[in-house]
């Protein structure tokens, strides 16, 4: 472990810390993102079900199924977001292309960085570098990082999620209580047949005897 990564220097933390953000803002859109596919799939089990009226066994699978689904996406959204990091040079680039005064700043803090840190460089190059890294932070200082990694399409990612999940829950609203009214009927005439057929079958079988 180097000594960035032991006591990091302050635009060295800065760096990391709109990475966070940015990781965690872009983890949070895709997974908006996947809100009208995970809708359109629900609403597509929902007509197969009724169109084919699956028994319990697929429809207990399809639930299985959709439930792994969602929770894989979870998972995928927060090891993005709260756990995966990526490398520093990255976010460096992507704040330099949002921010033109800062020129290539943040990349030669990273060289520098990289010299300060490395055993085979001369001590007095090393120090000469971490001089140069405190100055550059310094500098820097009155640069606010975390607005320049916000997205701009946040709100409309969650307007595209909002729509079909209204949506849907209207439907479950106005047709909820009809689906369920129809299956009970449906499984009470179900269970009426089966009694009538055995009603049926035991007269007959009584006939014979």
């Given at each position: ?26 983890a ?60 520093l ?32 460089v ?31 399409t ?8 909002a ?47």
């Amino acid at each position: 472990m180097n000594r960035g990564e032991m006591n990091p220097d302050p635009i060295l933390r800065r760096l990391r810390d709109a990475e966070r953000v940015w990781l965690r803002g872009m983890a949070l859109e895709r997974f908006l993102r996947l809100v009208k596919w995970g809708c359109a799939l629900l609403l597509f089990c929902v007509a197969l079900d009724l169109i084919a009226q699956l028994g319990s066994v697929p429809r207990l699978t399809l639930t299985i199924l959709l439930t792994l689904g969602a929770l894989g996406a979870a998972a995928a959204t927060l090891w993005r977001g709260w756990v995966h990091r990526g490398p520093l040079l990255r976010i460096a680039r992507l704040l330099e292309s949002r921010d033109l005064t800062l020129g290539s700043k943040l990349m030669n803090v990273l060289q520098l960085e990289e010299q300060a840190d490395d055993p085979a460089v001369p001590g007095l190059t090393r120090r000469l570098a971490r001089r140069a890294i405190d100055d550059a932070s310094a500098d820097m200082a009155d640069h606010a990082f975390r607005p320049l990694v916000r997205s701009a399409t946040r709100g409309r990612s969650l307007l595209h999620a909002a729509v079909p999940l209204l949506l849907m829950a209207a439907l479950v609203c106005a047709f909820g209580s009809r689906l369920a009214s129809g299956a009970a009927v449906s499984r009470s005439i179900r269970g009426s047949s089966a009694v009538f057929l055995y009603a049926i079958d035991h007269r007959h079988s009584g006939t014979r005897w």
